[in-house]
């Protein structure tokens, strides 16, 4: 695996437009004053609670900006008041500036000692200073972002702060609050963190746990093995090296009142490794049952402790390791040649901070502790219509996985892997093993933990293009005369463990303007212990004593459009398109007639849909007021791959929780608060149908607004003997396709590749065959 230094983009700097001179109409650069007219309109209490929020990631290089310049007559120059774009993550320096803030805000010592940081992230601006900063701040300039004054453009000399918006958990109180932390350049830069930010508002939210830390994961491993009781039911089952012992402190979730947010719970699963000399040794192959725990992770005391049932230990299965050849007493194959992937003139792409362009794409990538990888003002340069936009935000931002055993303890294991623990908390760094092949960016990510301090994750994001075979080919039978183009990607990933399983998330963006999200999963089975002589109908057997339960994966992508829309525009609708089949009759004689159905989703209730493969269905986010050349309204595709819905009854708990999986669609109109489609604060959530079910009860307008997609897509996981000892990657995903967007197909334009021009001379050949010797 090549060093980020070695497969870094070396002067990735995009062809940028110069800064404008001074000196137009429109006048002189407005003071501070002016910044408030922008910020007037943002409520600071919405502000305050669950707005949309940026974990800090860093790109690896950072490429400075170009010195200013005189440029397009009748713009004025601006000073760049300020370096970092309103989207770019914070940067460690102002993570510690945030949290000094907000520690020196404690009353008492005692305050101060128990405060544990859950997030500090960034408080994204609302959308009219993100369009500011576009269009008079950083490169490309898009002036056109704003819009048309008397008078000329308003021109700011700065934007408005910076600011950082904390969770934080005292482990004393048990209570969770919110802090916003105002930043500025001079507490970004910090001299030796002396500098400090300014509390804007912080509030107590009540009846919530945050998600869980990795900190508290390892105190409660340690707590339970060596908890006397615990001990001797391990001694029990022939286990006396405490040092095997895998304790994976999974969230209670809501049962039932026990299960209050007043106590903060765990409810851990035990695994027990075998002695061998296996470097990885799969500790996951020997599920140890019977035993039930709960963990007040608070004080980090075990309350409740009860050996159920003493189930043997499975056996050790020799096919249980997946470690390489003799370590995991197995014989690799040997007929695999290599495969290098080479490209001596660099990427296509360019970087320049968080900002990427690539074949006509452009977007600014971002990363959260709960999303993980965000992309962000998703662009495409069109000719002489310029840079349209595509979408505002696009993030996985939850997924569930429900079991389907009814037995101890399985019907528990209902994991919100996002809200509970976070995907972007528990990213790989790359540098352990990339799956990518090629010239590569890489993204470290910066986060705090729960102490405070800042933890780095290297080559945490990965960018690089993909060959994708066949983009187009047509062959003219009459002349033999033939045209191919090969289709290359860009794909934007990261990829996350949480507990046994894996899960890489994969943004790819495609020469004919299509962008496809798509997850891959991997890993390890979460399995059962079974009885000698015994077998389960809710799972499959995968060795003697072992069963992997049937379970389901749920992802939830959050999806703020704006197809030809300005950050400050609301202009698109939601169409459902279904085909119909033509009543038999005088329109349809033959028995051969269908025709694809539209319908406009008016209102929220309206929007709750599900995917249907027998009509085709599938949805267009349409601009009301952009036509194409047929004056048909420009669009977007929401078009759906493999899918289902959950399989648990109505009543099943978790549903409580995740009552917005019983619908694969939900459309709203943008709110800044409304960012999680289960609540912000899912774990031991006892409150029903909070989030994404109640929003759409206001039953707001989509007739012409700023539209949200909510797109649910699972996958029914039966598994198989082949998904042991380490499952191989199955996937799942949906397309966003042009649906008129362009006046013909957009990927017309890319050239043969070079080899096909060296091959055929640099001119297309008659191709001979048996049908033109005929002709």
């Not at 089952?237 to 979730?253: E, K, Y």
């Not at 765990?266 to 192959?285: H, Q, V, W």
């Not at 183009?485 to 004919?512: K, M, P």
């Not at 380490?726 to 957009?746: A, E, K, Q, T, W």
Request: glycine content about 8%.
């Amino acid at each position: 695996m090549a060093t980020t230094e070695e497969k870094a983009t070396p002067c990735c700097s995009p062809n940028l437009l110069p800064p404008r001179a001074s000196g137009a109409k429109g006048g002189a650069p407005r003071s501070e004053a002016a910044v408030g007219e922008w910020i007037a309109a943002a409520d600071p209490k919405r502000s305050a609670s669950a707005a949309t929020a940026i974990s800090p990631l860093v790109p690896v290089e950072d490429v400075k900006d170009p010195p200013a310049k005189a440029s397009l007559p009748g713009i004025p120059m601006m000073l760049r008041a300020q370096t970092r774009h309103p989207l770019d993550p914070l940067s460690a320096a102002e993570i510690s500036v945030a949290v000094a803030t907000v520690r020196s805000a404690g009353a008492t010592p005692e305050v101060r000692d128990s405060m544990r940081f859950v997030e500090v992230v960034l408080l994204e601006p609302e959308k009219n200073i993100v369009a500011l900063a576009d269009a008079y701040f950083f490169p490309p300039f898009q002036p056109s972002l704003l819009p048309r004054t008397k008078g000329g453009p308003v021109i700011l000399s700065k934007l408005p702060p910076r600011r950082a918006r904390l969770v934080v958990y005292n482990k004393k109180s048990n209570e969770t609050s919110i802090w916003i932390v105002e930043l500025s350049e001079v507490h970004a830069a910090t001299r030796g963190g002396h500098h400090r930010g300014k509390v804007i508002s912080s509030e107590v939210v009540p009846d919530v746990q945050p998600p869980m830390d990795a900190i508290e994961y390892a105190e409660c491993e340690a707590a339970v093995k060596n908890y006397p009781p615990f001990i001797e039911a391990m001694r029990k089952r022939g286990v006396d090296d405490m040092d095997l012992v895998m304790v994976d402190a999974w969230c209670a979730g809501y049962h039932s009142d026990a299960d209050a947010p007043s106590r903060r719970l765990a409810k851990p699963l035990i695994f027990c490794r075998t002695e061998s000399d296996c470097p990885m040794e799969n500790g996951y192959a020997r599920p140890v049952e019977g035993i039930y725990i709960l963990v007040d992770m608070q004080n980090n005391v075990i309350i409740e402790f009860e050996d159920r049932k003493l189930v043997p230990l499975p056996p050790a299965d020799p096919l249980r390791n997946y470690t390489p050849g003799e370590t995991r007493g197995g014989v690799d194959r040997s007929d695999i040649k290599p495969l290098h992937i080479l490209q001596p003139e660099g990427p296509s792409f360019r970087i320049n901070g968080y900002f990427v362009e690539w074949q006509k794409w452009s977007f600014r990538i971002g990363f959260t502790p709960r999303e993980g990888l965000v992309i962000h003002s998703v662009a495409y340069i069109d000719g002489s219509r310029g840079r349209r936009p595509v979408a505002h935000r696009l993030s996985f931002v939850e997924m569930v996985v429900p079991y389907g055993d009814p037995n101890e303890p399985h019907y528990r294991k209902n994991a919100f892997d996002a809200g509970e623990d976070g995907l972007g908390k528990n990213a790989h760094s790359l540098k352990r093993g990339c799956d990518c092949l090629g010239y590569i960016k890489y993204f470290d990510a910066h986060f705090t933990n729960y102490t405070g301090g800042i933890e780095t994750i290297e080559n945490c994001v990965c960018l690089h293009e993909e060959d994708h075979g066949i983009l187009w080919k047509h062959q003219d039978w009459r002349t033999g005369l033939a045209e191919v183009r090969r289709s290359r990607r860009l794909t934007v990933s990261f990829i996350c463990t949480v507990a046994n399983y894996e899960y890489g998330f994969f943004w790819h963006f495609y020469q004919d303007g299509k962008i496809e999200a798509e997850v891959k999963l991997t890993g390890i089975l979460s399995l059962g212990a079974l009885q000698p002589g015994e077998s389960r109908k809710y799972g499959t057997t995968i060795a003697p004593g072992l069963y992997a339960p049937v379970h389901q994966h749920f992802f939830v992508a959050r999806m703020d459009m704006a197809v030809d829309c300005k950050p400050t525009e609301a202009f698109n609708q939601v169409i459902e398109v279904n085909a119909k089949v033509e009543d038999p009759g005088q329109n349809n004689v033959h028995n051969n007639a269908f025709y694809a159905e539209e319908k406009l989703l008016k209102s929220e209730l309206e929007a709750m849909r599900d995917c249907d493969p027998f009509s085709a269905r599938h949805w267009i986010v349409r601009n009301t007021r952009t036509v194409n050349r047929t004056g048909q309204p420009t669009g977007y595709k929401l078009m759906p791959g493999l899918n289902c819905l959950p399989l648990a009854g109505p009543e099943a708990k978790f549903l409580r929780r995740a009552a917005f999986l019983k619908h694969n669609l939900w459309v709203t109109p943008y709110s800044r608060d409304e960012m999680y489609p289960g609540g912000e604060f899912p774990n031991q959530n006892p409150r029903i149908n909070e989030g994404l079910v109640t929003w759409v009860k206001k039953n707001r307008s989509l007739e012409e607004a700023d539209i949200v997609l909510w797109y649910v897509f699972g996958i029914t996981h039966i598994p198989r003997l082949e998904d042991w000892p380490v499952m191989p990657v199955d996937r799942i995903g949906f397309m966003l396709m042009p649906h008129g967007f362009f006046n013909c197909s957009p990927a017309v334009d890319v050239p043969p590749s070079a080899n096909e021009i060296e091959k055929d001379g640099g001119s297309p050949k008659l191709i001979q065959n048996g049908l033109l010797a005929k002709l």
